[in-house]
């Protein structure tokens, strides 16, 4: 019984304090799907957490990080306070969209087929850690054909949560990547493509 009502808690915690947008002014298909993925990627954001916690904060909010020529990119991030925890749970999460189609953008659409852009992608980042000095928890293990990302009108940014590289207090790691740095990999017919018009 307990069980039930620590994952009905959490159910409501997640229905009572998410926030995304919704579309309205596609085809109905369309809609659903695009409405879909943010609701998905907005419950996706929130960290996990001891369901049998009482939180005593909690924050989420949504940023359009860009829309544009039918593309649309958002950047949800999450924030929760469990009672008598020693600090607080950072959560962040990302999609992009076809606002044609409602169907979201996997990392791998981005580039042109063949192009080898893990190399070109992971070879950047790496020479961000460095030139930054972040301080990493482990060696960058690369890129993947799922990475969580999400574009601007000028760049790529590709995200980790804490702990996944970087220790807590330093927050969510970005890699920030100007689209004129890629643009030999760069799908035309993929996102970015569009975002630039090519």
């Known amino acids: 019984m307990a069980a039930h009502q620590h994952r009905d808690s959490r159910a409501f915690l997640k229905q009572a304090s998410t926030t995304y947008p919704r579309?309205?002014?596609?085809?109905?298909?369309?809609?659903?799907?695009?409405?879909?993925?943010?609701?998905?990627a907005a419950f996706e954001a929130i960290p996990d957490y001891?369901?049998?916690?009482?939180i005593i904060q909690a924050t989420n909010s949504y940023t359009v990080m860009a829309n544009l020529?039918?593309?649309?990119?958002?950047k949800f991030d999450s924030?929760?306070?469990?009672?008598m925890a020693a600090h607080g749970v950072t959560g962040i999460n990302a999609v992009t969209i076809d606002l044609r189609t409602g169907n979201r953008y996997p990392f791998d659409s981005l580039?042109?087929?063949?192009?080898?852009?893990?190399?070109?992608?992971?070879r950047i980042i790496e020479e961000q850690i460095i030139t930054?000095?972040?301080?990493?928890?482990?060696?960058f293990e690369g890129v993947t054909d799922d990475q969580s990302y999400y574009l601007t009108p000028d760049a790529l940014v590709i995200f980790?949560?804490?702990?996944?590289?970087?220790?807590?207090?330093?927050?969510?790691?970005?890699?920030?990547?100007?689209?004129?740095?890629?643009?030999?990999?760069?799908?035309?017919?993929?996102?970015?493509?569009?975002?630039l018009n090519m």
């Open 160 to 195: 980790y949560p804490p702990y996944e590289y970087t220790p807590g207090s330093y927050g969510v790691l970005e890699f920030r990547i100007p689209f004129t740095q890629i643009m030999e990999i760069i799908d035309p017919q993929g996102p970015i493509g569009r975002i």
């Open 111 to 122: 580039f042109c087929p063949d192009s080898n852009y893990e190399a070109v992608i992971n």
């Open 69 to 74: 020529n039918d593309v649309l990119s958002v």
């Open 23 to 40: 579309i309205t002014n596609l085809s109905s298909r369309a809609r659903e799907r695009a409405n879909t993925a943010l609701k998905r």
């Open 79 to 83: 924030y929760y306070y469990p009672e």
């Open 50 to 54: 001891d369901p049998g916690t009482s």
């Open 132 to 139: 930054n000095q972040i301080p990493m928890l482990k060696p």
